[in-house]
């Protein structure tokens, strides 16, 4: 149904590199960023994925002509390097403290905002941390951007999960998670709904699971723990992943369909991926035998990204590209933020 874009990706040797290649904008960026106007904000960028996003943003106006729009990141930036690589890119860092109203009140006006803000570990030893990472924090964002549009970052796994055998979670079906940290992100779904419907605000959830960078991610773990000889657990027996560049760009483009009420997107790979088998293959290709524990549960948090296909065709890196840059990343000791995903988790608990 939908044809893949022609290979591209060219496997990174160092950070440097590898930034480069998650913050290169696609057609679509370029396209998304041409209709729309005016300057855009990324509030919570100092993550895993805003300074890339971010970089993306800045380097598809440059690349319009579109020089004089300026491109904001917002975020605590604790990390002094963090904030001077992002100011060397074009970037305008705004140090904020997003709990603070006053705060989120006194920053910028702009019509496009994508909010990338939220907590998810330590959430079992501080839950009330998260809930009001999750929940009070958007309060705060959209009472300040009820003019704007936003595209809220969100996660696939505000669904419960779903047999092993049948279809993945479509944007319409009921939210009904386990587990408090997915509670949580229902709830920030629900403080941007309530805004919205007061507001008249344009709002679209981008439920994104799994991003994967070289640094972090579902590919990560396993790959790790297949070339350390350590166990792969496959209790959660199948998952759904896209390149962090890939979702940077849908991100972006998902501007272009905030609505009122707001919209839910599913944002990741169309192909549902055998953890498994995700195990053996990287055993090909670091030359060692997977361990295996556990079974696979009847059960799993899987989605279907139909929709994110319709609007913006399938994304430009292929799980196998992916899988043989990790594997190479792996094997030259390339840098990790040593973040993982516990996507092996079925009960909600991270």
């Not at 022609?6 to 950070?15: E, G, I, K, L, S």
């Not at 953890?275 to 361990?291: D, M, N, Q, S, T």
């Amino acid at each position: 149904m939908w044809s893949r874009p022609p290979v591209r990706m060219q496997q990174p040797t160092n950070t440097t590199e590898l930034e480069d290649l998650l913050s290169l904008p696609t057609s679509g960026v370029r396209e998304a960023l041409r209709a729309l106007e005016g300057d855009v904000a990324i509030l919570g960028a100092g993550g895993k994925m805003g300074p890339t996003l971010a970089r993306m943003v800045r380097r598809g106006l440059d690349e319009l002509g579109q020089h004089e729009r300026k491109v904001f990141a917002v975020s605590r930036f604790s990390d002094a390097k963090s904030r001077a690589e992002l100011e060397g890119h074009g970037v305008i860092v705004i140090p904020c403290d997003l709990l603070e109203r006053a705060a989120v009140q006194s920053l910028p006006e702009v019509p496009n905002v994508i909010f990338m803000a939220g907590q998810k570990f330590g959430t079992t030893e501080a839950p009330e941390l998260t809930w009001v990472m999750n929940t009070l924090v958007p309060a705060n964002v959209a009472e300040r951007y009820a003019r704007s549009r936003i595209v809220v970052f969100s996660t696939g796994c505000v669904y419960p999960l779903v047999p092993l055998s049948g279809p993945g979670s479509r944007e319409e079906d009921a939210l009904n998670p386990p587990g408090e940290y997915a509670a949580t992100c229902v709830g920030r779904e629900r403080v941007f709904t309530h805004y919205a419907k007061q507001h008249g605000t344009r709002v679209l959830f981008f439920r994104l699971c799994y991003a994967n960078d070289l640094r972090y991610g579902v590919l990560l773990d396993v790959a790790r723990k297949v070339a350390s000889g350590q166990p792969v657990d496959v209790s959660m027996g199948a998952v759904h992943v896209i390149w962090q560049g890939d979702a940077n760009a849908r991100a972006i483009q998902s501007l272009a369909y905030t609505s009122n009420p707001p919209l839910a997107l599913n944002a990741t790979g169309l192909e549902r991926v055998s953890v498994r088998w995700l195990a053996g293959r990287f055993g090909e290709l670091l030359g060692k035998e997977p361990i295996i524990s556990r079974t696979e549960g009847e059960r799993a948090w899987l989605w279907d990204a139909s929709r994110s296909y319709e609007w913006f065709g399938p994304p430009e890196v292929s799980l196998e590209e992916m899988m043989q840059a990790t594997a190479q990343w792996l094997r030259q000791g390339g840098a990790t933020i040593n973040k993982p995903t516990h996507f092996e988790a079925t009960d909600g608990k991270f």
